[in-house]
């Protein structure tokens, strides 16, 4: 093995961020542990087209890298994914349901032509949680809970950097979607899908009318009390259901990140109230610093230690 496949010799790291919209490409440098802003590629991703068009548009996102760099590629991916296989497994999650049973490795491999030795998969949630404890809200916690708040809930329980997924102090997986809260599963409270739900039956308007979370939160801010008790329920129900698994793990941070961060002032209270309702308060809650750069440098530190042990 080379020291430029492994990136020992400071050569940077590339990652990719896939997400249900876009993905994400970037070269990281090894030495700031940071993407270099130049090469920072952000392109559309058609989630629910076929299997080829996908990896397709994945490809032209890291073929975009300026060349290089080292030959193991960091991959931030959303679940339900073999990570250890690069197999998909997504069904019935309304993204990427062309990639079941696909060698998404394989295929991204045989498209980025010699630029690549080995993509090195972990979760997205995963992802943003390291790349927060290498350089970000997460650093010096040696056990963190960090979460990311968009379509749905993800979660990562970092110990000492590195993600815990079995053992009885994690939810099954090591996360939080599996859940229930108030008799129902936690995304059905708090998801996309979930808050414009309770908005509509609190304020009776039709499903082809509801606005979006973006649009609920901009209400909130601006005094619906409709809006501002949707946000209220979601978070401290979040809360509720977090605040035995910090206990068990014995956290000492919440990390959040994802696209609802976004209205930090409505997140924030409600979810700190439903940890203090379940004897929580002490545990502070943070916001993000890298929320966006945080899934590519976890990823090329996934990257690099996966190299390291090998």
């Keep these: 093995m080379t020291p430029a496949s492994t990136g020992r010799a400071g050569m940077p790291v590339p990652a990719l961020d896939i997400g249900g919209t876009h993905v994400t490409a ?45 030959l193991r590629w960091g991959v931030a991916m959303p679940g ?34 010699g630029r690549s030795e080995k993509l090195c998969f972990l979760n997205d949630a995963d992802a943003f949680a390291i790349g927060e404890y290498g350089a970000g809200a997460a650093t010096g916690h040696d056990r963190v809970v960090c979460l990311t708040l968009g379509t749905g809930v993800g979660s990562s329980f970092l110990s000492a950097g590195r993600p815990v997924h079995t053992g009885p102090a994690v939810p099954p997986s090591g996360h939080v979607h599996h859940l229930t809260v108030h008799g129902r599963p936690l995304e059905d409270t708090v998801s996309r899908r979930g808050i414009r739900s309770l908005y509509g039956r609190s304020t009776a308007a039709g499903a082809a009318r509801l606005p979006d979370v973006d649009e609920l939160a901009a209400r909130a801010t601006k005094g619906d009390a409709a809006a501002v008790e ?38 924030h209270p409600a979810l700190t109230t439903g940890l203090g309702s379940a004897g929580r308060a002490d545990v502070p809650v943070l916001p993000a610093r890298h929320p966006e750069e945080a899934p590519l440098i976890g990823a090329a530190h996934w990257a690099q230690d996966t190299s390291d042990a090998s």
Excluded: C
């Design 26 to 70: 970037a070269l990281v440098n090894p030495a700031t542990s940071r993407p270099d802003p130049s090469t920072v590629i952000r392109k559309p991703l058609p989630s629910q087209a076929g299997a080829a068009a996908i990896l397709d548009g994945i490809a032209a996102a890291a073929l975009a890298l300026p060349t290089g760099h080292s």
């Design 80 to 113: 339900p994914f073999d990570y250890d296989t690069g197999i998909g497994r997504f069904t019935g999650v309304g993204k990427f349901e062309s990639l079941f049973g696909v060698d998404v490795g394989a295929g991204l491999r045989e498209r980025l032509r």
């Design 230 to 267: 949707v946000f209220r329920y979601a978070f401290d129900a979040l809360g509720q259901a977090l605040a035995p698994w910090i206990d068990r793990f014995a956290a000492t941070a919440v990390v959040i990140g994802g696209s609802m961060a976004q209205s930090w002032n409505l997140i």
